[in-house]
């Protein structure tokens, strides 16, 4: 039977001890102190499931088939979200399951060691909240709920931002609600002046001065990030991973 826990130390542990593949899942943690927290037949070793479900959206930390199934059975009827869930657990969940939407992502790691230079031609700073409907218009994934989590992670969580004529025109933040990099975007008329790069790599030298964790989920398709990336250098690849969408009827 799943039981439903608040956060302690003894889970913070558990997913601790594959920090690289479970960060998603500890920095929601961090960041919603009211999140709900299942395992199975009270043993934190059988895996942890992380989620708010006011918002159906959920990190799975476990590789137990009765822990997954009997999970789907508690949960009620309507759409689920399951964020960044490694790819061989994403397999468990949705093997007799047909997803109605899915994204398959590749997460890289700082490598704690390289040092990003600094872009001296640009002026970058941080996102005010007076931005944050700008760059909602601009979000790939712009939904009903989006405006609000921008506007958080704009107040709670560092950022970068070039301006020309005083508007944004290139950015990049950091998603409050799992710690991950990202919406990182230039506007299309300032493309191929290297902005992308600027922004990206002032935000992930102020977050390795703080000792933060630097870390970014990229979709399959998205070839111009993950080129990006690589070329930015100290990033490490770490594992597959899936978003993905399911009805529970």
């Not at 006011?54 to 979200?81: C, M, Q």
């Not at 007799?96 to 700082?110: G, L």
């Not at 490598?111 to 760059?135: M, N, Q, R």
């Amino acid at each position: 039977m799943t039981q439903v826990v608040k956060q302690n130390d003894e889970i913070v542990r558990y997913l601790q001890k594959d920090r690289r593949v479970n960060l998603n899942a500890l920095s929601y943690l961090a960041y919603d102190g009211d999140a709900d927290v299942y395992v199975y037949d009270g043993d934190v070793e059988n895996g942890v499931i992380v989620g708010a479900r006011r918002r159906n959206f959920f990190y799975l930390a476990t590789h137990n088939k009765d822990f997954l199934e009997d999970f789907w059975e508690f949960l009620p009827a309507g759409h689920k979200i399951f964020s960044g869930v490694p790819k061989a657990i994403a397999d468990i969940m949705t093997r007799n399951r047909e997803p109605v939407w899915q994204s398959p992502c590749k997460v890289f790691m700082h490598d704690g060691a390289h040092v990003y230079k600094h872009f001296s031609d640009f002026g970058i700073e941080p996102l005010t909240t007076a931005d944050a409907e700008e760059v909602n218009e601009y979000y790939t994934y712009k939904s009903n709920g989006s405006i609000r989590r921008i506007r958080e992670s704009i107040e709670n969580m560092d950022s970068a931002c070039i301006r020309i004529d005083g508007r944004p025109v290139a950015w990049c933040l950091i998603h409050a609600e799992d710690g991950s990099l990202g919406p990182l975007y230039t506007k299309s008329e300032f493309r191929g002046r290297g902005l992308a790069e600027a922004v990206l790599a002032n935000l992930m030298k102020r977050l390795a001065a703080k000792n933060l964790p630097i870390y970014v989920q990229i979709a399959d398709d998205n070839a111009a990030s993950l080129a990006l990336i690589k070329k930015l250098g100290g990033m490490d690849f770490s594992h597959d991973c899936m978003w993905f969408g399911l009805d529970k009827l």
